[in-house]
């Protein structure tokens, strides 16, 4: 669904303002996506991005994607659009995804490897438990760490990689493996949001210029035209009648 579309456009507006990624980032991230499940669909346990070098185990072969800058060099990212036999990587920063309906039965979603520490610390261990059958949330849904039941106007955010100390998007965050539990009775409907991390880069708009741009994408939160005039209201007023105090937002 385009971001050109009215009410798509408010949803984006919000995901903007709550996550504090700049707005041509989130307008020109891949299209907004709304799926249906039927009784017994589902969707098995997977991550939402690739790693950074478009392996499936971090730091494999990574001495051959070395770039002359010293940094490591995978496969372009790619989304919508890609050439016939073209190697490429999905690259989403975070996930926004909405609960549409009320769904009669099953349709949660679940996070296998959510504080699961020797799945993050042991990757032959992931590799097992990413191959294995508990995998299959048709059957294994109620077995994972952390479930969440679908509800009409309920929303969950995730970020799908972390950022260093200087703001840059590096490696995957491999808690954030998830899936749909089958839905067992009714029908779900949900909505994703992908915020890609490849247009971080994107020359902020006119409107945004005058403010501070932070690493990978992020700016500071604009003050309204009354915090504005209320910081210059108490600048000016260096002795508030009684009663009255002068507070600056901050």
């Given amino acids: 669904m385009s971001a050109g579309d009215g009410?798509?456009?408010n949803v984006l507006y919000r995901v903007a303002e709550l996550t504090r990624v700049r707005l041509n980032v989130v307008l020109n991230s891949e299209s907004m996506q709304v799926v249906r499940y039927h009784p017994g669909g589902h969707y098995n346990c997977h991550h939402d991005s690739d790693m950074l070098s478009g392996l499936e185990i971090e730091e494999e072969n990574e001495e051959d994607m070395i770039g002359p800058d010293g940094?490591?060099?995978g496969p372009p990212c790619c989304h919508e659009e890609t050439g016939e036999g073209q190697m490429c990587r999905i690259c989403r920063y975070l996930t926004m995804m909405y609960y549409l309906n009320e769904v009669e039965e099953g349709g949660e979603t679940a996070?296998?490897?959510?504080?699961?520490?020797k799945?993050?610390?042991?990757?032959?261990?992931?590799?097992e438990l990413e191959d294995s059958e508990r995998c299959n949330l048709t059957f294994y849904c109620h077995q994972s760490s952390l479930v969440v039941k679908p509800?009409?106007?309920k929303a969950l955010l995730w970020y799908n990689h972390f950022l260093d100390k200087n703001g840059e998007v590096t490696s995957r965050d491999q808690s954030t493996l998830h899936g749909g539990c089958g839905v067992t009775k009714g029908v779900k409907w949900i909505a994703n949001t992908w915020l890609n991390y490849e247009l971080f880069f994107m020359q902020p708009p006119p409107e945004e210029e005058?403010?501070?741009v932070l690493p990978y994408g992020y700016i500071k939160k604009k003050k309204t035209p009354a915090e504005k005039l209320s910081m210059q209201t108490c600048a000016a007023d260096?002795?508030?009648?009684?009663g009255q105090s002068c507070s600056k937002p901050p």
């Fill in 71 to 73: 940094q490591l060099e």
């Fill in 111 to 117: 996070f296998p490897a959510a504080g699961d520490k």
């Fill in 119 to 127: 799945y993050l610390k042991n990757k032959s261990y992931a590799k």
């Fill in 210 to 212: 005058e403010e501070e």
């Fill in 151 to 153: 509800e009409r106007g």
């Fill in 238 to 242: 260096t002795s508030p009648t009684a």
């Fill in 7 to 9: 009410a798509i456009q």
